[in-house]
C-alpha cells in the first residue's frame, strides 16, 4: 500500500515537488493536491506576459487537468486547508472534509502586501497576484484609461508595462528616487526608468502615499500623497512586496517567524511535515524568486523519495527530523539569488550586492551613447555584486563566479569587458556556452542547468531548440537564454551541426505544428481526432484545450461532410452557441442577412426580450441586435422562439462568417453607385454557416465613401463606377489593419466568386485562430493574389470547393436542437454538469 502525501498549495513550488518526486519514484506516493485557485498550476512568472498580452492564459499553465489525472494525482481545487490534526496526521478543509496524510508539504506560497491607507478597499484597487487579478486588470483596461502603480520594484514596473500594452496610461508612483532600488544602483536605475519612459511609462518618485479618493460610485479616483499633490486614477495596483503564507502552519501550532521554520532538509517542526517555497523561512531568510523554490523542491523530493549517492551526508540529522531510514540527500543551504526584468527590449540582469560598503571596490564600464552599463562589486578578489543593463550576453558567467566565489585575480584587469575578452587573452575562443561547467545554471525561470540539457540533447538525440524546450522547460518560459540554449545545442550536436528548422508545436501536447497536423490529414486521410493523436504520436492521449479545438478544425475544414463534428471539442460559447458575459448570463444575436430586419422580425425580438425578462437589447457594430443577459437554462427557448419567427443563429459565438455589413448603396444613398445591399445579403447567404479559423467579418460599401468600413473587415467590397473593389485582411479590433485591395471586377457574380475563393484558400491555409489579417502578413498578400488572380482555373477550383462544403455546413444549431428533443436534452444536461465541475 502507497503511502499518502498531501501537498497544501498547486503552485510552482509545490508542484515542482511533486515533479521531482515522479522523476524519482513515481510509485511511492498516492499523492493529493490542494490548490486555492480554481485553474491547474500555472508559470507565476509569466503573469506579466499574459498582462502584457504576448501569451494567453492557456500558454502559461505547467500541466494541464490530463496530466494530473494520467499521473494519478488528485487535483483538490477551490477547497481551503483550514487546520492541521498533527497527531492524527488530518487535514481538515472549509468543507468539513478530513484528508488523511502520511507525509505533508507546505507550499502554501505568499500573500501580496497591501497599503494600510484610506480608501484602501475601494473599486478598482488590486494586487498583482493571481492570473485573477490580470484578469481583472485586463477588464478595467477595457473601460477606464489612466492606471497607477505604486512600487517600482520589478513586479511593479512589468504590471506597468502590461498595462500601457493594453492601451492604459500609467504612472508607477515609488517611494525612494531609485527604481529596483533592491536590485539597481542609482545609475541603472536611471537608465532603466529613461528607458521604460520611452516606452510610455510615467514616474513620480519619490512620493509616499497618504489616500486614495473616491468618486460618487466608490470607485477610486486618485492618489494623494503625503505632500498633498494627487494624481488621477482609474486603477491602481499595489505591488509594494509579499508575505510569506504561514496562518495555516501557525494555527496548527508549527514554528513561525516570518515564515515557517525549515532545516536544510525542509523540515518543519513536525517530523511529518515538510515545507517549500515562498512560504518557509529558511535561516533567516525567506525568498520570492523562483531559483530558490526549486532548490528547495529537489531537495525536498530527495527527503522523500530516499534518492542514494548525493554528496552530503547527514544521516542522523535526518533521522532526528523525519524519523526516516538513514541515506544520502543534498542539504539545501540558502540561495544567491538574480533577478532580470522581463520587458521586451529592456536587457537587466541583477545579482548579490549592488552597491558598495568600506570593504567593496566596484569595476565599472559604463558607455550612455550605447545604453551599456556593467558594474561588478568585488571583495578581496571575489565577485560579490553584479548589476548589468543594456548588456547582460555574459550574466550567466558571471553568476556563476559569484556563486563559486571564484578568486579573479589572474583577470580582473580585462573581467568587466566580458568572457569573450577574457578567454581571448588566454587564446581560447570557446562558443557562448564553452565556458559553462555542467553545473550552472542557463535557464533561471525553471532552474535547469547546462548538464540536464547537454543529457537530453545526447540521450534523447534532440537536434531543435523546440525540442530542448520540450524536454527540459529551457528557454520555455522568458526566453532570455535562448542563445545561451541554441548554443548549447549546437556545440553538444558537434563540429558543422545545424539546429533543425522547426514548426513550432500547436501546444505543449506535441511537436506537430500546424503544417505538419494538415499534412498528416490530408496524406493519410485521417478522420477523427483520435486517429491525428495517434498519428503524430500526441504526448497526452486526450489532448488540452489548446489542440482539440485545433484539431477538429483542421478535420471539419478538411473533411466537410464527411467527418463528423466533435462537439465537445468546441470552446463553451461554441458549445452553447451563445456568448458567456462577465456575470455568467449569455447574448445571442440573431441573425439579420445583410443587416435587413423587419417589423415582424423586431416584434419576434421584443416578445422574446418581454417574455425571458433580457434585460438589455443592443445593437451591434455589425448592424445586429444583441439580446444581453440571458439565462442559461432560457438559452432553448429564446432560440425556439426566434426561430418560429423566421430567425436562425447568427453565429455570433462561432469561429465562422459573423456578419456582413452594408449601407443602403443604390437604392437610398444620393452617393451610392452600385446596390450594396442586395450585395451584402447574397455575400452572406452564401457565405453564412461556413467554419473557418477565426470568427470573419465581411462588409459592401454602396459607393467609395465607404460607410459600411469594408477596408477593415476580412473581406470587404467597395462599390465604384465600373463594379466593385474586393479588399482582404483587414481588421478594426486592438490593433488596426487596413485591408489590401486584392482586385477590381465588374459584375455581383465575381464578387461571390472570389469571395468563395478568398474563404477557402484562407480556411485551408491557415492555422486554426489566426485571423486573416495575420495570415496575410505571415503570408503575403503576394501569395493570395498568385492563387486567385494569377491562376483563374484555381480560383475556380477553390470557389467550387468552398460552395461543395457549404453544402453540410449551412445548418443552423438553433434550429436543429430546437426540433431535437433528444439532443437538446443532452446539451441541456451538459451544461449543468460543466456548471458543476
Known sequence: MRERLVVIGNGMAGIRVVEEILKRDSHRYEILIFGSEQEPAYDRIMLSSVLSGEKRMDEI?????????????????????????????????????????????????????????????????????????????????????????????????????????????VTVVHIF????????????????????????????????????????????????????TEIEAELMVVTVGILPRIDLALRSGLNCQRGIVVDDYMGTSDPAILAVGECVEHRGATYGLVAPLYEMARTCAEVLTEVPGKDVTDSRRLQQSHALQPYKVTPYKGSTTSAKLKVVGVDMFSAGKHTGDPWTEDIIIQDHFLGIYKKLVVRENRIVGIVLYGDTEDATWYFQMLK?????????????????IVNSKSDQTPGLSAALTNEMEVCGCNGVCKGAIVQAIQSLRLTSLEEVRAHTKASASCGSCTPLVKDILLSTLGPGSEISPTREGICACTQASAEDIREAIRAQHLLTIEAVMTALSWKSPEGCSTCRPALNYYL????????????????????????????????????????????????????????????????????????????KEDLPGVWRDLNAAGMVSGHAYGKALRTVKTCVGSEWCRFGVQDSTTMGVRLE??????????????????????????????????????????????????????????????????????????????????????????????VGIAFVKEKLIQDPEGRKCLYREFLESQESSQVDPWAALSASRADLKEFVTFN???AEA
Request: charged content about 25%; hydrophobic content about 40%.
Open 685 to 778: 447567404k452564401m457565405t453564412w454557416g461556413t467554419w473557418t479559423p477565426h470568427k470573419v467579418k465581411l462588409a459592401a460599401s454602396g459607393c467609395p465613401r465607404n460607410c459600411a468600413e469594408a477596408t477593415i473587415k476580412d473581406l470587404g467590397v467597395v462599390a465604384v463606377d465600373s463594379g466593385w473593389e474586393i479588399h482582404v485582411g483587414g481588421n478594426g479590433g486592438m490593433k488596426v489593419r487596413v485591408a489590401d485591395l486584392l482586385c477590381k471586377v465588374k459584375t455581383q457574380e465575381e464578387v461571390l466568386e472570389y469571395t468563395g475563393a478568398f474563404l477557402q484558400l484562407y480556411r485551408k491555409e491557415a492555422h486554426y485562430l489566426e485571423r486573416t489579417a495575420h495570415w496575410i502578413e505571415r
Open 61 to 169: 499553465i505547467i500541466h494541464s487537468l490530463d496530466w494530473y489525472e494520467q499521473n494519478g494525482i488528485r487535483l483538490v481545487t477551490g477547497r481551503e486547508a483550514v487546520s492541521l490534526e498533527r497527531k492524527s496526521k488530518i487535514v481538515h478543509t472549509d468543507d468539513g472534509g478530513r484528508i488523511p496524510y502520511d507525509k505533508l508539504i507546505l507550499a502554501t506560497g505568499a500573500n501580496a502586501v497591501f497599503l494600510n491607507v484610506p480608501g484602501k478597499n475601494l473599486h478598482g484597487v488590486l494586487v498583482y497576484r493571481s492570473h485573477l487579478d490580470v484578469q481583472e486588470m485586463i477588464a478595467i483596461s477595457r473601460q477606464k484609461k489612466r492606471a497607477v502603480v505604486i512600487g517600482g520594484g520589478l513586479l511593479g514596473l512589468e504590471a506597468a508595462h502590461g498595462l500601457v500594452k493594453q492601451g492604459m496610461d
Open 404 to 420: 563559486e566565489s571564484r578568486d579573479i585575480s589572474d583577470i580582473r584587469d580585462r573581467v568587466i569587458f566580458g568572457r569573450a
Open 556 to 631: 471539419l475544414s478538411e473533411f466537410s461532410g464527411e467527418y463528423r463534428d466533435h462537439f465537445r471539442s468546441r470552446f463553451v460559447n461554441e458549445r452553447l452557441h451563445a456568448n458567456i458575459q462577465k456575470d455568467g448570463t449569455y447574448s445571442v444575436v440573431p441573425r439579420m442577412w445583410g443587416g435587413l430586419t423587419s417589423p415582424s422580425e423586431l416584434r419576434a425580438i421584443a416578445d422574446v426580450a418581454d417574455k425571458y425578462g433580457i434585460p438589455t437589447v443592443k445593437v451591434t457594430g455589425g448592424q445586429r441586435i444583441d439580446l444581453l443577459g440571458v439565462k
Open 832 to 834: 449543468m454538469l460543466e
Open 177 to 228: 528616487d531609485t527604481l529596483m532600488d533592491r536590485q539597481l544602483d542609482f545609475v541603472s536605475g536611471k537608465m532603466l526608468k529613461q528607458a521604460l519612459e520611452d516606452r510610455g511609462i510615467k514616474f513620480l518618485m519619490p512620493k509616499t502615499t497618504k489616500s486614495l479618493v473616491s468618486d460618487e460610485t466608490g470607485w477610486v479616483r486618485a492618489v494623494r500623497f503625503q505632500d498633498g
